[in-house]
């Protein structure tokens, strides 16, 4: 599976952001059968899982310290996953991650569950 995010800008607290994942090669199964998840890693930090949406399904998973702000969607059509982000806060500022895998990830949110990632997309608050 081969994952390229974007969307990645710099922006001013208080704004909102769109970042896209763009999935495709499955090896096995269909779109349908993965796991999508967004996570994120700052400088100095662990890298952390933010939101992730079964796509077979459509639920969705966030964490707290996004619950609220935070928005994944997915348009199957085009395998694509979205994060669309608001109330921006300086502590948002991080790398962003697209990834792929099982759908015990999705509640999880934890790395270990996710096979395939995307190169990245800074993400910049001030």
């Known amino acids: 599976v081969q994952l390229v995010e974007s969307g990645g800008v710099s922006v001013q607290a208080g704004g909102t952001l769109r970042l896209s994942c763009a999935a495709s090669?499955?090896?096995?199964?269909?779109?349908?059968?993965?796991?999508m998840g967004w996570f994120r890693q700052a400088p100095g930090k662990e890298r952390e899982g933010v939101a992730a949406?079964?796509?077979?399904?459509?639920?969705?998973y966030y964490a707290d310290s996004v619950k609220g702000r935070f928005t994944i969607s997915q348009d199957k059509a085009k395998n694509t996953v979205y994060l669309q982000m608001n109330s921006l806060k300086p502590e948002d500022t991080a790398m962003y991650y697209c990834?792929?895998?099982?759908?015990?990830?999705?509640?999880?949110?934890?790395?270990?569950?996710?096979?395939?990632w995307g190169q990245g997309t800074q993400v910049t608050v001030s």
């Open positions: 990834a792929a895998g099982s759908p015990m990830g999705c509640a999880r949110l934890q790395d270990a569950w996710f096979n395939y």
């Open positions: 090669g499955y090896t096995y199964g269909t779109y349908s059968s993965y796991c």
């Open positions: 949406i079964y796509t077979g399904g459509g639920s969705t």
